[in-house]
Structures are given as C-alpha cells and as structure tokens.
C-alpha cells in the first residue's frame, strides 16, 4: 500500500538550516510528483511547490523562492525540503504529499519551530 | 495566477442539516477542482477530484459539483465526524492554489 513518511519535529534558531524527509512506497517513486504544503498556525493550507520526480526539477510557489529548496535522492524513494536561513516566520507544519495534480496521499506532517 | 475564492469562511450547522460550500475561481479550470477535509492534528484527507470523483472510501454524504467557475462542496445529512476545515484546490495546472478554507462546526 502506498505510504508516505516525513521525518520528525524540529526545533531551530534563527538563522540555521533544517532539512525534511519525505520517504515513499509502496508504488514507482518517478510516477508521481512529490509536493510541499505549509500550514502555519492558524492558517490554511499554502501550496510551497513540486519536484518533478522524474527529472529532479523543482518549482516553487511565489513566496517560496531563495531560502526552500526541494531534492530527492531517488536510489531511497525520498524527497526532502530544506529550508535555509530560519525565521522565526517559518514555523509550521510542512506536509509532502504525492500527487500529479491533486494530493492523493499525504505525509504526516513535519513541525518545524523556529525560536530562539 | 489563477485564485480560489471560498466561501463562506465558517459556518454552523445543526446534525443531520445540509451544507454547501463553495470555490470560485478567477480563470477558467474546466472540471479540475480537489476537495480536501483537514481535522486538527490529522492529515488532510483527500475528499473529491476532478469536481465531482469521489475518493475511494468516502461516505456517500458527500458530493461535489461545477457550474463555470463555481465549485460547490456539499455535505449532506451533517455527522459529528464532520467537524473539520475543508479546502478547495485547482488541479488544471501548476501552481495548485488552494481556497482559504471552511470551519465547519456543529450547533
């Protein structure tokens, strides 16, 4: 069946780096784009971008260029979401989700708190 | 880029009721609307695509239909269990905008 793991909660200072995880199975990685969704506190969902799994080419929604970078490592069916330079503004829950258009299966959510 | 508009932001209704919730769209985007329902501290779950295609698993109560650039959510006879924020999302064409969401509560 198909599942979709993101790594554990993380807590940063403004400024470092964090990074991540979005480990698939269950179906062929490269048939599905993997996508990145930010929740921050009670806000809606916001569509980061995708990876083209594939070909490894990111796109990024407006707003989220610069400091978010998305990769894969394709050998461990994984994508992953880095995130440069925290702000404080960066705290969320980071969600990845499989999709060619719509979201079909979803990571559990990685919290990311950024706090000095 | 092309927006969703949701409406209303949150609504109350009573068990057992009908709601109605609606996407517009600023563009053209044929049928190619996602639903999603988000419960705190869920994952959200993917309701209805291509407008009106329930998701394998999902109660019959909801259905979805598309009428130019409306897209409409509804729930019928309304259960505890459906006490969640629902989101609207474009799926013609990257970048996927979601609607700012409805709050559904119970009376």
């Known amino acids: 069946q198909v599942q979709v793991v993101q790594s554990g909660s993380e807590l940063k200072k403004p400024g470092a780096s964090v990074r991540v995880s979005c480990k698939a199975s269950g179906y062929t990685f490269t048939s599905y784009a993997i996508n990145w969704v930010r929740q921050a506190p009670g806000q809606g969902l916001e569509w980061m971008g995708w990876i083209n799994t594939n070909t490894g080419n990111p796109t990024y929604a407006q707003g989220f260029t610069g400091r978010f970078v998305f990769s894969l490592d394709t050998s461990v069916n994984t994508a992953y979401l880095q995130i440069n330079s925290l702000q404080t503004e960066d705290t969320a829950l980071y969600y990845c989700?499989?999709?060619?258009?719509?979201?079909?299966?979803w990571g559990q959510g990685t919290l990311v708190a950024v706090s000095s | 880029d092309i927006q969703m508009t949701q409406s209303p932001s949150s609504l109350s209704a009573s068990i057992g009721d009908t709601v109605t919730i609606t996407c517009r769209a600023s563009q053209y985007i044929n049928i190619y609307v996602a639903w999603y329902q988000h419960k705190p501290g869920q994952v959200p779950k993917p309701l209805i695509y291509a407008a009106s295609t329930l998701q394998s698993g999902v109660p019959s109560r909801f259905s979805g239909s598309a009428s130019g650039p409306d897209f409409t959510l509804t729930i019928s006879n309304l259960q505890p269990e459906d006490v969640a924020t629902y989101y609207c999302?474009?799926?013609?064409?990257?970048?996927?905008?979601f609607g700012g969401g409805t709050k559904v509560e119970i009376k």
């Open positions: 989700a499989r999709g060619k258009l719509d979201l079909d299966y």
């Open positions: 999302q474009k799926c013609n064409s990257y970048p996927l905008t």
